[in-house]
C-alpha cells in the first residue's frame, strides 16, 4: 500500500493550499481517508476524515469553515482544501486510510509520509 501526499509548501497568512494524496495497493473506495498533521514537538493530530463514498465528512474544531476534504474514487485520490490559512496550521500533514470511522491515529492503518505545510505570519 502506498499513499503519496502532494501540494504542501510556504504560504502566506491567509492564502491557501490544496493538498493531494494518491493511494495505490488497497481498494480506495472502501476505505475512510483522513487527513491528520504534526507540528514540532506535538503529538499527532486529526484534522479531518472523509467516508467511503464522500457522503460524510468530519473535521477537527480548529479546522471547521476553512478545510475542506474531498475524494475522487475513480482517481484514488483524496484532497485537502486549506482556506484562510493561519501560522498554527503550520505542520506535517499526514493523509491514512481507515476501515471505519474514527478520528484516533490509532485507528488508521495505512499512512503516507507526510507534506511540509508552513503558514508564514
Known amino acids: 500500500v502506498q499513499l503519496i501526499e502532494s501540494g504542501g509548501g510556504l504560504v502566506q497568512a491567509g492564502g491557501s493550499l490544496r493538498l493531494s494524496c494518491a493511494a495505490s495497493?488497497?481498494?480506495?473506495?472502501?476505505?475512510?481517508m483522513g487527513w491528520f498533521r504534526q507540528a514540532p514537538g506535538t503529538e499527532r493530530a486529526f484534522v479531518a476524515r472523509i467516508t467511503w463514498s464522500g457522503a460524510m465528512t468530519y473535521y477537527a474544531d480548529s479546522v471547521k469553515g476553512r478545510f475542506t476534504i474531498s475524494r475522487d474514487n475513480a482517481k484514488n485520490t483524496v484532497y485537502l482544501q486549506m482556506n484562510s490559512l493561519k501560522p498554527e496550521d503550520t505542520a506535517v500533514y499526514y493523509c491514512?486510510?481507515?476501515?471505519?470511522?474514527?478520528?484516533?491515529?490509532?485507528?488508521?492503518?495505512?499512512w503516507g509520509q507526510g507534506t511540509q505545510v508552513t503558514v508564514s505570519s
Open positions: 495497493g488497497l481498494t480506495f473506495s472502501r476505505h475512510v
Open positions: 491514512a486510510a481507515a476501515p471505519s470511522p474514527n478520528s484516533e491515529a490509532r485507528g488508521f492503518h495505512y
